[in-house]
């Protein structure tokens, strides 16, 4: 039996511990506090309790519902709360449900479009793995409506590129970004995805991805040890939008919404519901050891350990405590206290990745390298970046860009104030 398929698992405790051994004590609002028990995809009896509970309250309705949008779990809220109705008052129900029902059929029409593409990929022997998404919504959520998305993510392995690209063009897709500074783009290590548009705007963008970790940032220092080949060797046969395809394996799923959300500065909930959508939905089927090691084979264990982490934080999920302890860092950098110390004071700022990123590089040159590169990208990944349609990047477009990363300095900075609703 492979050692990643045998299943393990051990009964967790709920302390939450604060890097290597102290205590963390948040105060959350009732209105946070709801929307952290209604961003989990099943709620048991006891959160039930919790809920209703809450609901007793005087809430602040209109920042519930703004909060729920800006957390991507508005439709999740909406499904939680459905027993709870008479509670909530009509005009904020009829917004919940008005979101609801918008998202699925938004979901449907890409759905239909997935249909088409995958249907076509599979016709020509292409392997591919939906990423995120409908996938989620699907085969882990159990309901399209469930899951908010405007665009398909994809899978393919890199020496399939060519042939996808022709594909996607006498599909009617093009891309914005010039010919050949897409294809070489594709020999980089920056970026490992190219954006698919349609001129009618009611089809999805199709985001096609070659790697699992897809950010400007010069993360080649840690991607270069993830093996793809593995992906798809242990990903299994599925029928997702009533098409044939490949899904990952669901210690590899773990793996990538790790990283995808660690990408992302754990930035919204729906991030951390994926994960406990996922741990719930495989229970039982995920031997932790295997993943660990996988982890620390390809240089994600940091993300995994900080998404199972707050997943855990934030959601109360049942995650096992060796689990947690076999996979804390033995010393957290500066950079690294400072991100721990934001997200679990509820300021999620976008680029505060960026700490952990520097903190996992070893060395002054090296850090240096990271920063001046994270500065100045490769011509192509600016391109990529501004999805830009000419042959040459000048002056002016890396002038745009700098002005850009300032702007996220600045925003990280003010997200170290104490946040105050």
């Known amino acids: 039996m492979n050692p990643l398929r045998k299943p393990l698992f051990s009964k967790p405790s709920h302390g939450i511990m604060k890097g290597p051994g102290t205590m963390v004590k948040t105060n959350f609002s009732l209105e946070d506090k709801l929307l952290r028990y209604c961003a989990q995809s099943h709620i048991n009896d006891k959160i ?3 809920v209703k509970d809450i609901l007793g309250n005087n809430l602040n309705w209109p920042y519930l519902l703004q909060k729920s949008m ?60 939906p990423l995120k998404g409908i996938f989620l919504a699907e085969k882990v959520y159990e309901n399209i409506a469930l899951r908010a998305m405007t665009d398909i993510d994809l899978l393919v392995k890199k020496e399939d590129l060519p042939r996808i690209d022709n594909i996607l063009e006498d599909m009617g897709y093009g891309s914005p970004i010039h010919k050949e500074l897409r294809r070489l783009a594709m020999k980089k290590s920056y970026m490992n995805s190219i954006d698919y548009f349609k001129k009618n705007e009611k089809f999805p963008t199709l985001h096609i991805h070659w790697h ?8 080649y220092i840690y991607s270069k040890n993830i093996k793809m080949d593995k992906f798809f060797e242990y990903a299994t046969r599925v029928t997702i939008a009533k098409a044939q395809t490949l899904q990952l394996a669901p210690h590899h799923l773990l793996l990538y919404l790790a990283e995808h959300a660690l990408k992302h500065s754990f930035e919204r909930l729906i991030l951390l519901s994926d994960i406990d959508a996922v741990l719930k939905k495989y229970e039982g089927q995920i031997n932790w050891p295997g993943l660990m090691e996988e982890a620390r084979e390809f240089g994600l ?93 000048t002056a002016k477009d890396y002038f745009i860009y700098m002005r850009k990363q300032f702007f996220y300095i600045k925003s990280y900075l003010m997200s170290l104030r104490p946040n105050v609703k």
């Open 301 to 393: 264990d940091r993300q995994l350990y900080y998404s199972l982490y707050f997943t855990r934080y934030f959601l109360d999920t049942d995650i096992p405590d060796c689990v947690l302890s076999g996979l804390r860092p033995k010393k957290a950098a500066v950079f690294e206290r400072q991100f721990l110390n934001s997200i679990l004071n509820n300021s999620r700022n976008t680029k505060l990745c960026y700490l952990i990123y520097l903190s996992m590089i070893k060395g002054v040159i090296n850090k240096s390298k990271f920063i001046f590169r994270t500065l100045f990208p490769p011509a192509c990944i600016l391109a990529l970046t501004f999805n830009l349609n000419k042959p040459k990047i």
């Open 212 to 219: 699992i970790v897809n950010v400007t940032l010069p993360t």
């Open 48 to 50: 039930s309790l919790r």
């Open 70 to 129: 800006k957390e991507g779990i508005a439709c999740l809220a909406y499904h939680n709360l459905l027993q709870h109705k008479q509670k909530i008052p009509e005009n904020i129900w009829e917004d919940f449900k008005g979101i609801y029902y918008r998202n699925m059929t938004r979901n449907y029409g890409i759905y239909q479009e997935m249909n088409a593409v995958l249907s076509c990929f599979h016709k020509e022997t292409l392997n591919v793995i």
